[in-house]
């Protein structure tokens, strides 16, 4: 049985795989911006958590300080090491290069988690409560 958070080595196999209760990890690097465009990148391999972090302010930091609450951007990698190199590499470029980065991807700056947790309607569903 394989234990929460575990690296492990797979034999022949490179990289490391990354397991938590059985599924592959996914780390991500992502852009949060505040209203006036101030931009954080930061890393992470609990993507849901962190953000909700950010967003409510229940860490103390550069993002509760500049309100950096919008996520902007983001990429998702299988191997933490990438992640952590993608988002050193980030981190070094001059603010104008993040903004073009979000720009490709996003180009309204839209809020990419604005909907999260909530329940999802489509086109044509009732608008009465579903059971």
């Not at 929460?4 to 852009?31: A, E, N």
């Amino acid at each position: 049985m394989l234990m929460q958070g575990v690296l492990f080595k797979l034999p022949g196999c490179y990289p490391l795989v990354s397991m938590r209760d059985g599924f592959h990890y996914k780390f991500w690097v992502y852009i949060l911006s505040s209203r006036s465009g101030t931009p954080y990148v930061g890393v992470t391999g609990f993507f849901d958590r962190r953000i909700y972090q950010h967003k409510y302010d229940t860490i103390e930091g550069f993002t509760q300080k500049y309100q950096c609450h919008r996520l902007v951007h983001y990429e998702s990698y299988q191997d933490v090491q990438v992640a952590i190199a993608r988002e050193k590499q980030v981190k070094r470029w001059r603010r104008e290069k993040k903004i073009a980065l979000i720009e490709k991807f996003n180009p309204r700056w839209q809020e990419l988690a604005e909907n999260w947790g909530r329940e999802m309607r489509f086109r044509g569903q009732s608008l009465e409560r579903i059971p």
